[in-house]
């Protein structure tokens, strides 16, 4: 569909974005993904300390997923000039932040609904996601072919993912209480997700 409705410039530069987004996102998440799910499922017995590993996750992340954005935007016209040889097309880079953002986080609140075993609801999340993107994507583009299209609708994704989810994990969250174990759980949260997140780096790297 992009092929059909995109110029062979603008899908070499939407490609370009996602392969830059992709890396950028294997970096920010840092293997926590993995271990929201594993960990949030382990610590089920214990709801209070599962609440508190919830609300780790979600804070790391977005300290992560913000550095690695703000770094993302601040690298475009380079990107632009590496991949365009021109630092024209340094906007849809610096566009593609809010991609990285978004996808990087919807994937850690996906890992939390999994952890808590909502697995239908999960499904419905992911199918509504999708549907929205994929309608956003072909009416955008049959409108205005232009790149920034695909992009928004991957923001879009990110954003339905976050919000649906969000919905369902804010009690845990707000109601977490940071007193125990928490700086020993968040030890061991670190401990497992780090080897993950060099190992997704070095495939994403080198695939």
Not at 84 to 92: E, G, M
Not at 125 to 150: D, K, R, W
Not at 170 to 191: E, F, K, N
């Amino acid at each position: 569909m992009l092929l059909r409705l995109l110029s062979p410039s603008d899908y070499g530069l939407y490609s370009a974005a996602l392969l830059v987004t992709t890396i950028g996102s294997s970096v920010a998440v840092f293997g926590l993904q993995f271990a929201a799910t594993r960990v949030v499922a382990f610590m089920a017995h214990d709801e209070g300390e599962s609440r508190f590993v919830s609300r780790s996750i979600v804070v790391l992340s977005l300290v992560f997923t913000s550095v690695a954005t703000v770094v993302y935007i601040l690298l475009s016209p380079a990107l632009s000039l590496y991949f365009t040889k021109s630092t024209n097309s340094a906007w849809i880079f610096a566009a593609s932040g809010a991609w990285l953002f978004s996808i990087t986080m919807s994937g850690i609140f996906q890992a939390l609904v999994q952890g808590m075993k909502k697995y239908q609801t999960l499904a419905r999340i992911l199918v509504s996601a999708n549907v929205a993107t994929v309608g956003l994507t072909i009416l955008g583009l049959l409108e205005f072919h232009s790149v920034i299209v695909p992009i928004a609708a991957w923001v879009v994704y990110g954003a339905v993912i976050i919000i649906w989810s969000l919905a369902i994990t804010r009690r845990p969250l707000l109601l977490a209480d940071s007193a125990g174990t928490g700086g020993r759980t968040v030890r061991q949260l670190l401990r497992y997700s780090i080897p993950l997140g060099i190992a997704g780096i070095v495939t994403v790297a080198t695939g």
